[in-house]
Structures are given as C-alpha cells and as structure tokens.
C-alpha cells in the first residue's frame, strides 16, 4: 500500500480516534489468503494527477472509461469495472451531447432506468418496475442530498435542476442500496454529482429557444478565492411550452424555472478538503387538474439548500467525512372541484436538515471497513386543498441510522462484501438492510458479481396521513396509521468486461420477492373510507444488457436492452381493490441504440433511438387493466464548434411522430408528448 505523502500514516492501534470503536464490529468476519496490501493502491496525489478532469471525458477511451471512479456502490471511488453491482455512468459530455434540456431528459441515459415523460412538466421514473404517479423505491441523491420527499415518498422532478454543463456524471445503480443509502433505495439509487469549482473556471453562456423548450438562458462564472481555494456562481432561466391533450386540444400546461447557486472547494495538498454550495430556485406551472374543460389553475415550486461537507484523507485507503445540510422546498399544487367541494391548491413548506458522517480504513491486510451514522429532522406543514389533506397538517419526522460494511480480500481474483444499514425513524421503529456481494475478477479486463439484499420503503405521510372528503360519502380515502414498510428481498448476478479495446459490455439479472406492499382497502359495513393497507405480495425478474462498441475512431455506438417480468398479487384472505395495479406501469421490453460521430470541420452529430413497449396500468376499484401502446421515438443533435469558445446545436427530439403517449390511465386528462426541436450557442472563455 502506498501512503499519501501530505500526512504520516497513523498505526491502527495507536492512534486515539473514535474509529477504533468501529474495529469491534469486523471483528467476526474471517480473513485469509491474499491481503489488499499486496495490491498497489493509487495515492491520492497520484489519483488527482491521473484522472481526468470533466471537460476531457470526450477524449476518454473505451478502456478509459471502464476505469473512472464510481462512489455509488460502495461509498469509496473504485473503478467501474470493479463495481459489484448494475451501475450505469452517465458522462458530462455524453449529457451535452444528447441534447437533453433537463435531469429526467439525460436520465434517458441510463438503460437500466424507466423514464416516462408524464405532461409538459412531469415525470415517472424508476428502476426495475413500481414506475407510477407515485414512483416510491428509487433513491436521488444530488451531491449527496436526498431529494426524496417525505409526503408521497417520491421526487418532484420539475422542482430539480442544475446547469447542465456543470454536471460531473451521474451514476444509476438498480438494484437495492439500502445498505448503504438507508430506507426507500429499493429498487434503486440515482446520484447526481456536480463538477468541483476547479473544474469550471472561467465563464460560459448559453442561450436558445425553440418549439416546446420555447427561451432559455444560462450563464456560469468561476474563479479563485484564495490559492488553492476555486469557486463558481452561476444562473439559469427557461421557459417550457405545453403538451397536447389525446383530441389534439392544448394542455395548457406551460411552465418556467429559474435556479442560482454557488460553490466553493479547497484543493492543494492538505490533508482537509472544503465543499460549500448552494442554489436557490423558483418555477411556476400552469395546470388543469381535472383535464380538458377544466379552467387551469396556478402552481409553484420554489425552494433552496446549503451543503458543507470537510474530508480528511489519511492515504488511499484512510480517510473521513462530514457533511451537512440544510434545504427548504416550497410546492403550491391546484386540484380540481369534486362535487360541492370546490378547488383549491394544497400548500407544502418541507425544512430538512441532514448530518453524516463517514470513516473508511483498513483493519488489517484483508479487511477494508467502512462505517458511519446519520441523523435526518423534517419538519413539513401542510396547507390543505379543500378536496385533500395531511393529518395533522404539522409533522416532525426524525430518522437515525448507521452502517458498517467490511470488504474482505478472500484470495488473489475474489473479494467479499457484508454490511448493514441499521435506521430507526418515528412511523416504524427500528429497521435493518444487510447485504452481501461477492467480486470475483476473472481476468484483469473481466469480472463477475452476485449480491443478495433486504431493502425497506417506509411509510411516507401519503400512506399514513392522507384524507380525502366526499360530499357523497363524507370520508372517502384516508391514510392507515398501522401502514408498515414495504419490503424486498433481492437476488443479483451479473457480468461486466472489456473486450478488447473497442468492445465493452455489461449484463446483469435479478430476482427480486415483494412483501407489505401497498393496498387499497375498505372499512367492513360502510365500506368507506377506503385506506390504505400492505396486502399485496409481488415477484419481479428481469435482464439488462449494455453493450459499447468503438466503430472508428471517429465513431462510437451504444446498444441496450431491458426485460421486466412483472406479478403482483394480493395476499391469501386480504383486500385490494386496485386489484395489484396501481402500484406499476412498467415497459416488459425496452431497446437503446446511440450513435455518436465526429465528422470533419469539428462538427458532431448523434442520434438516440428507443423503443418502449407497452405498458399496462390500472385504475382505483377495476380488476381491468387498461394499455399505452408501444412507442419508438428517435433524438438528435447536430453540434459544430464554430470557434474554439463557441459551440453551435441543432437538436430534435421525438422526431418519429407528431405525438405519443407515454404515462397515464386513458381519459380526458392524458397527455401526449410532441415533437419538438431548439437552437443552443454556447460559449466558454
């Protein structure tokens, strides 16, 4: 092992931090054969020296990219060919060079994810099925804060946003992540990573407009503080056309958002590394609750967060962390009249604050551990619409946890991953998510993996607090107070390789076993209000395949393919009156092809193919599933770099029809998602 040179090594047993607490917990785990000692670990120096900074990731080689660091699976950098799990890395350049105009657009990306396009401003997103208005196991993180919202237990994707040209990468593992992301990273974990202020010195503008992504305008600044000491503020500012109802009649919902932020890091040869950002945003939206013939309402979102995080690197293997934050998320969302109950909009004002806190190091020569704690207070206040509420409309909500997870060295090719995440939180207690996986590296370019994993969704203020008034009925749906958590059992292999220099795959498949999912039941005699309960059991499997290969130098193809199999199913002498299909509209087939050219006078050009199967969706008390047919859909963007500092785009997307569906049960408030197209000059300096 070598050390990092800016601090001496401190002897495991000799030094006085608290770390050593945390030796106790590895010390049943059995060790032999070959130690990570024997394999040389980069020094921190050298890995700043040898990786590559954000803007030449489009340089990078197959091989290259195989081999950047990912944080995702284990909470350290390791290579993604290392990576014992399914994990999809999407680049800053591949983001710019897709065209996408928002976080679920590049999400597109991601091969192992379900992204459905709702309305003009919404999105369903998940990972390995449960994709539906409510989209309740997947994990995102955004520079390691949880935008998870604790009142359905999803995200509000029109409410997160970042200046795309300043993303790092995204990382997209499906699969569980409860152990070391904690509660609700069932099927998945999204974590979005900014570049450092390093990375984005200088100053850059874009501006453009178009069809549905009507203006928009973007600017970031960055510069030194101090040596050593980098920063960058930046703005943007769009404005999003409306979609089209199924008779070809406007949707009306156009929307605009605008977000400013800040950030400062520390980078020299200090042992002790400084982050300090944050952003502020607000967007309004335009909405007809009820769909066509509804008069459209106003809503808003607005909000703003500050993050500290300090790091202090021992060497390669030794380090700790501390990170803090704060975030205050504002949403005003209209609903429609019901009968005599008339419309109104629902107010909800979320504060989090989050600390957590990480130590990694090595126990001895085959044992590397990781462990660390967290504590998460919400305080969220509702203000309720007249035809739904939050009981009580004032809610504080507190969750401690912690995990330990020990990599073991088993022998010279195989290593061997156990850990738990054990969270305790107001709605049920105490709670666990162990996990093992084993790497198994059968050649230095190839590598096998297989995991098992226990992840929990806990009840979010929708399952337990909602209320719902009838002028028919009185009460006519309310939340369960006894709702528990949904659980899963998970069942992973996969294959990851380089072959060769110009071929690179990865195929992963899954078993995943469902209990206490949700449910929706009735009360004997009256029958109303109906409530929600965890009745329904649920089986999913399925395979994702990815596939890169480097036609010439000049040209680099992307293939990928998904299968879901879907059944959920309600429990032996138990009640749903949805019947076990409200909780999934899912793809059983999607197919990915990319292509990404550049072709002479330093002009790009590529293309973004998808086919979508149909997806089957249910509706509240009908034992009879309704279909959004198949759709393919194909983007493109031809870019040229008229100057060095100027960049010129043409960007298509949904070019193979005028519309398609892609979420929704079908009914007047169905949206299609048109054609649509926008010219982007950006310019750098």
């Given at each position: 092992?070598?050390?990092n ?26 060790c032999?054969?070959h130690?990570?000692?024997?394999t ?8 700043e020296?040898?990786s ?5 990731l489009?340089k990078?080689?197959?091989?290259q990219?195989?081999?950047?660091d990912?944080t ?6 390791q ?15 591949e983001?710019?060079?897709s ?12 091969d192992n ?6 309305t ?23 520079d390691g ?8 237990a999803?995200?509000i994707?029109?409410?997160?946003d970042?200046l ?5 990468r995204?990382?997209v ?9 904690g ?17 984005t ?6 501006t ?9 305008v973007?600017a ?13 503020v930046?703005?943007k500012y769009?404005?999003d056309?409306p979609?089209s ?13 605008g ?8 980078d020299?040869f ?14 309004n ?6 769909g ?19 790091t202090?690197?021992y060497?390669?293997?030794?380090d ?7 975030s ?8 429609q ?23 990694r ?15 998460r207070?919400t305080?969220?206040v509702?203000?309720d619409?007249p035809?739904?509420?939050?009981l009580?409309?004032t ?6 946890s ?6 073991i060295?088993?022998?010279?090719n195989?290593?061997f ?5 054990f969270?305790?939180?107001d709605?049920?207690g ?22 098992v ?10 399952d337990?607090n ?29 294959y990851?390789?380089?072959l ?5 795959t990865?195929?992963s ?7 206490n ?15 929600f ?9 399925g ?18 393919y ?22 999934t509209?899912d ?18 050009l ?11 969706v249910g509706?509240?008390?009908?034992a ?13 963007r ?23 569906v ?19 000059v950006a310019v750098?300096?």
């Amino acid at each position: 092992m070598h050390e990092n040179p800016r601090i001496p090594r401190v002897p495991l047993f000799a030094a006085g931090r608290s770390r050593r607490l945390a030796f106790a917990f590895s010390a049943f785990f059995l060790c032999a054969g070959h130690s990570f000692a024997q394999t040389p670990q980069p020094t921190a120096a050298a890995t700043e020296e040898e990786s590559p900074s954000p803007n030449e990731l489009k340089k990078l080689s197959l091989e290259q990219l195989m081999n950047l660091d990912v944080t995702s699976v284990a909470k350290e950098p390791q290579p993604y060919s290392q990576a014992p799990a399914a994990i999809d890395v999407i680049t800053s350049d591949e983001i710019r060079r897709s065209g996408a105009t928002s976080i679920p657009e590049a999400l597109r990306l991601a091969d192992n994810l379900e992204v459905a396009q709702v309305t003009s401003l919404s999105w369903d997103i998940s990972a390995r099925g449960f994709n539906s208005a409510v989209s309740d196991k997947l994990l995102v993180l955004m520079d390691g804060r949880s935008v998870y919202t604790p009142l359905f237990a999803g995200v509000i994707w029109n409410a997160q946003d970042y200046l795309l040209e300043d993303l790092d990468r995204i990382e997209v593992i499906s699969g569980p992540g409860g152990t070391l992301w904690g509660a609700n990273a069932v099927n998945g974990v999204i974590n979005i990573t900014s570049k450092s202020a390093k990375d984005t010195q200088g100053a850059y503008v874009e501006t453009g407009g178009g069809t549905e992504y009507q203006d928009f305008v973007g600017a970031r600044y960055g510069g030194t503080l101090a040596p050593d000491v980098y920063y960058r503020v930046y703005g943007k500012y769009f404005n999003d056309g409306p979609e089209s109802y199924m008779d070809g009649t406007s949707s009306q919902d156009a929307w605009s958002h605008g977000q400013g932020g800040f950030r400062i890091d520390t980078d020299g040869f200090s042992p002790d590394q400084w982050t300090v950002q944050g952003d502020l945003y607000a967007g309004n939206t335009t909405t007809i609750p009820g769909g066509e013939g509804t008069p459209a309402a106003q809503g808003s979102s607005s909000g703003g967060n500050i993050l500290g995080r300090w790091t202090r690197t021992y060497t390669s293997d030794d380090d700790l962390s501390l990170q803090v934050y704060y975030s205050r998320d504002n949403l005003i969302a209209p609903f429609q009249s019901s009968g005599t109950i008339p419309a109104g909009p629902l107010w909800d004002n979320l504060d989090t604050i989050d600390a957590n806190f990480q130590d990694r190091f090595l126990v001895d020569a085959c044992n590397r551990l990781t462990w660390g704690f967290e504590y998460r207070f919400t305080n969220d206040v509702v203000q309720d619409a007249p035809v739904v509420a939050f009981l009580p409309n004032t809610l504080d909500l507190n969750l401690f946890s912690g995990f330990v997870q020990d990599e073991i060295a088993l022998c010279g090719n195989i290593h061997f991953t156990v850990g738990s995440k054990f969270e305790s939180n107001d709605y049920v207690g105490f709670d666990f998510e162990p996990s093992g996986r084993i790497r198994w590296d059968l050649t230095d370019q190839q590598m096998l993996w297989a995991a098992v994993s226990r992840a929990v969704r806990t009840p979010s203020e929708y399952d337990r607090n909602l209320y719902e008034p009838s002028p028919q009925y009185g009460t006519f749906l309310a939340g369960n107070s006894t709702f528990t958590s949904e659980t899963v059992i998970a069942y992973e292999l996969g294959y990851r390789a380089q072959l060769g220099p110009t071929v690179s795959t990865s195929v992963s498949t899954f078993f995943n076993n469902y209990t206490n999912l949700r449910s929706l039941s009735y009360t004997p005699v009256t029958l109303v209000p109906l409530y929600f309960a965890n009745n329904d059991l649920g089986q999913t499997y399925g395979v994702e395949f990815t596939m890169d290969y480097q036609a010439l130098n000049w040209w680099r193809l992307h293939a990928g393919y998904d299968y879901l199999w879907e059944s959920i199913w309600v429990a032996p002498g138990q009640v749903d009156l949805s019947y076990g299909l409200a909780e999934t509209a899912d793809p059983p087939n999607q197919v990915f092809l990319r292509s990404s050219m550049d072709l002479p006078g330093k002009t790009e050009l590529d293309a973004d193919f998808r086919w979508i199967d149909q997806v089957q969706v249910g509706n509240i008390g009908s034992a009879v599933p309704a279909f959004i047919p198949a759709y393919a859909e194909l983007d493109m963007r031809l870019g040229w770099h008229f100057t060095p500092v100027i960049e010129l785009s043409v960007v298509g997307q949904n070019l193979l029809q005028n519309e398609h569906v892609e979420a929704g049960y079908p009914g007047t408030a169905q949206e299609e998602i048109g054609r649509s197209g926008y010219v982007k000059v950006a310019v750098s300096f």
